[in-house]
């Protein structure tokens, strides 16, 4: 399915995965420090493993350590 | 929430909730070797910047889309990979290292305070922060208010509308007093006023600060976490226990909006305070902090059962007027350090002799024992605080804090109890002999 990770197209193979399968999927680093916006919102934690992707969803994987100056 | 007994708090998997101390300081996070650094025990990352294969990557990391490093001011590896131990091993949410333990207590104030607001805090806490509440941050408009903590009425009275946090000692510094945390805990939680502990003498597993409802713990890395008097380096860890969505305004709420709340006292931090301040830690100061942390709870157990047996003798010595230890039964916070502690009372000893001068001359009799101004090391160190870390306040100010000039502080390190014991022994005998 079609959807768009940190601005970015991305074909996923894959349907409607939860946001922890997401996370694995795309290997996401250091997961346990990452926040998770979709479609504008923050996810709580506690989300991650009920919400699920649809086609077109835009998500965010966002950090606070590391990079740069701030988060978006 | 109730503080009656320590939080379960679970904030990584549910495997880690069952490991020990030591396990947690050498192993760090179960993934942590497959996502960041694959390496047993951690390369020193010397590098001031990191290259990236295009401006597209490293725009990602300005932009929070990516972990990856850019810059050592703003993080590092080696420096990053001390933060998630810390965290993991506190049990805490996340963790900011910085050049020193005052360096991250500044990255803390700097965070939850501005101008016009106020600081409650414990008239019994170190010298240095003593100077950094009352000189340094009223010419920024932040107004400290110094009250007996080990009072939770009097906290309570001076925490309102303006107090922006309230900061105690786990075990103040050189008082040796240890408040209520339960109450405090319930008190910041009530109010909605972040409390932080400075927890420097009490790493893990001594005492967990978030199982009392504290949000923040803030650690001089140099002391017992480092560990034999390395380098110089502080972390502030985010507990857990504290709902940030709570703060209104400031850098916390506005990343509060941003980001995962659980992460919006940790993000600000960094990226509105620490990362234009410029006090971070070094790969080399986290490497050497990192291989210290490992060995914590092996040196501390040793060296709180040292400070119990040298207390105890101290106390049957004749030449010794009052011996200060949290861990003797008729010390005032015995209740309160038997409540919140786990396996020991610290480290930390004071005692009193007839005078000043007499302090003097056992110090300079001691054969192991060493004139050092620090603790937490693996030796056993000894300061005259009236002369030395509170030299320039005033005397008031040097008895509210517990500081008399007839009183030694002792740091007990990791050597013999014997030999400690015996030094300490010979060392007062010599003070007292007309020729000594």
Known sequence: ?72 | MSTSRPNDRKHHTAANADLGTSTRAVHGYPEQASDLVPDLVPPVWNSAAFAFPGQEEIADAFQGRSPRPVYSRIANPTVTQLERRVAFLTGGTAALASASGMGALTTVLMTLAEAGDEIVVSRRIFGGTIHLLDEVLPRFGVRSVFVDAEDPAAVAEAAGEQTALILVESISNPALTVPDFARLGELSQEKGIPLVVDATVTPPPLFDPGAWGAALAVYSTTKYLAGSGTVVGGVSVDTGAFDWRRITRGPVAEHAQRIDPRFAFAAAARNAVHIHTGGCMDAHTAFLTLLGLETVELRLSRQCESALTLARDLRENEHVTHVGYPGLEDHPSYPAAARFFQGGSGAIVTFCLDSAERCYRAARNLRIARNVVNLGDSRTLVVHPWSTIYHDHTDRVRRDAGVYPEMLRVSVGIENAADIVGDFRQALEAAHDSTG
Do not use: C, H, W
């Open chain 1, 1 to 72: 399915m079609q959807l768009k990770i940190n601005g970015k197209d991305r074909e996923l193979d894959a349907s409607t995965p939860t946001v922890s399968q997401l996370l694995e999927l795309e290997n996401v680093e250091a997961p346990d420090m990452v926040s998770v916006q979709l479609n504008g919102t923050i996810l709580k934690r506690e989300e991650f493993d009920s919400q699920t992707i649809s086609p077109g969803d835009e998500v965010e994987f966002l950090y606070f350590m590391g990079g740069g100056s701030a988060p978006a």
